[in-house]
């Protein structure tokens, strides 16, 4: 089978990159071609036989000229249009896989790949992982930046929340472009012709399916972990966090509960804006970003980790790669973390922002050292998807209903 992942980096940029690198690689093992297509980049390590790419677009960056056309071009792009479509002549796939694809090369890719279906008889499906909620809130995260309040008003496609709101980088311009974004291809009714929209937790698919154009079509493959050999290994006296130092990632719950359990010590190993509140707790230790055997025998030697998170993450790995490794978490009762805990089982959760509550877990369980134990041993037990198991199921879904492509 002939697979086409697109998405709008081709360079390691985050999650959802390595997502579509290691499984590029495993569809390639299983027998699969695949071809990718991007936006080229001087650090794009992956692509396709003609080398079709669309023009680099750095908000951060780049001149004012081009920065100029930009509110056009993350709505519309006739250039993505134009490069996609060189790359289907040429490799005609079976499947196109969208991830990130939304304001750099815009949903307008998914009516050239239905144009090209049409004018040469091609039988391709359209498969998108929903890696965030791009396609039902401007602002990808469900959360206003100003009062950094999770925030659903947009949902059933009521997107002038977006602008009231100022989402978009607490910006009314770039609320306007964004909502601009959201009504036009909402209008234009592009998302039809998806055939099947993959939720990486079942949170995620309950805020997507609130479009009941969505519904039908979306289905939840929790994201894929690597396997770790187990090993026994002395558990150590300290609690981990490890991730990102930031409001959003709960930072500033966690660091008001390190002051009120001030004897109890916490490493944590990551790096972000807050981290300057972190060095000034006298009970952690700040190992700065970790990755590597360097952070896996950090996570297999604490009694247990901490996912604070104050957004409605979806499937974090950071849980899932503590419990692979025998460390329970106690995690944020909030968005897809609770699909990953099973409370007072194999973790515990807690009322997400509260450090009293988060506190109190912590005392109880750095005393019941059994207790701990017994949610190890649970850890061990869980069965997540590693990339063969994930691509079996990948695979399955893109073999079904071939008649209605």
């Not at 695949?34 to 023009?55: I, K, L, W």
């Amino acid at each position: 089978m002939k697979i086409l992942l697109i998405n709008k980096f081709l360079y390691p940029n985050g999650g959802s990159e390595t997502y579509i690198f290691k499984l590029g690689e495993y569809l390639q093992k299983m027998g699969n071609e695949v071809q990718y297509f991007g936006m080229e980049h001087e650090g794009r390590c992956v692509g396709n036989r003609v080398n079709a790419y669309t023009s680099n677009m750095d908000f951060h960056g780049g001149s004012k000229l081009a920065k100029l056309t930009y509110p056009i071009k993350t709505i519309y792009s006739r250039e993505a249009r134009i490069q996609i479509r060189k790359v289907l002549d040429d490799f005609q796939p079976d499947v196109c896989h969208l991830n990130n694809f939304n304001y750099q090369l815009t949903p307008s890719i998914i009516l050239e790949i239905v144009k090209w279906r049409k004018e040469t008889g091609q039988k391709c499906k359209i498969i998108f992982t929903a890696h965030d909620y791009q396609l039902v809130c401007p602002n990808h995260q469900l959360k206003n930046p100003i009062t950094h309040e999770n925030c659903e008003k947009c949902l059933g496609g009521h997107f002038m929340n977006c602008v009231k709101g100022k989402c978009i980088h607490a910006s009314i311009v770039k609320s306007i472009i964004g909502t601009m974004e959201a009504e036009f291809w909402k209008w234009c009714g592009v998302y039809k012709y998806i055939d099947k929209i993959i939720c990486c937790s079942e949170f995620l698919k309950m805020k997507m399916d609130t479009n009941p154009l969505f519904a039908a079509k979306t289905i939840t493959i929790h994201n894929f972990v690597e396997k770790v050999e187990p090993k026994k290994v002395e558990k150590s006296n300290y609690i981990l966090y490890f991730g990102r130092f930031s409001q959003e990632k709960g930072i500033n719950t966690l660091v008001e509960t390190c002051n009120l359990i001030p004897d109890i010590p916490f490493i944590f190993a990551g790096s972000g804006p807050l981290e300057y509140k972190i060095n000034q707790l006298k009970n952690v230790k700040n190992v700065g970003f970790q990755t590597g055997d360097a952070l896996d025998i950090l996570i297999r030697q604490a009694r247990f980790s901490i996912c604070p998170s104050e957004v409605y993450e979806n499937c974090p790995f950071s849980v899932m790669e503590s419990q692979q490794r025998g460390t329970p978490v106690i995690g944020a009762n909030i968005g897809g973390i609770p699909e990953l805990i099973t409370n007072d089982v194999d973790g515990r959760l807690f009322t997400s922002q509260d450090s009293k509550q988060l506190a109190a877990i912590i005392k109880e369980l750095w005393n019941n050292p059994t207790k701990v134990t017994k949610y190890a041993n649970e850890c061990l037990k869980l069965k997540r998807d590693d990339i063969v198991t994930y691509c079996n199921k990948l695979m399955s879904i893109v073999s079904l209903d071939d008649n209605n492509v």
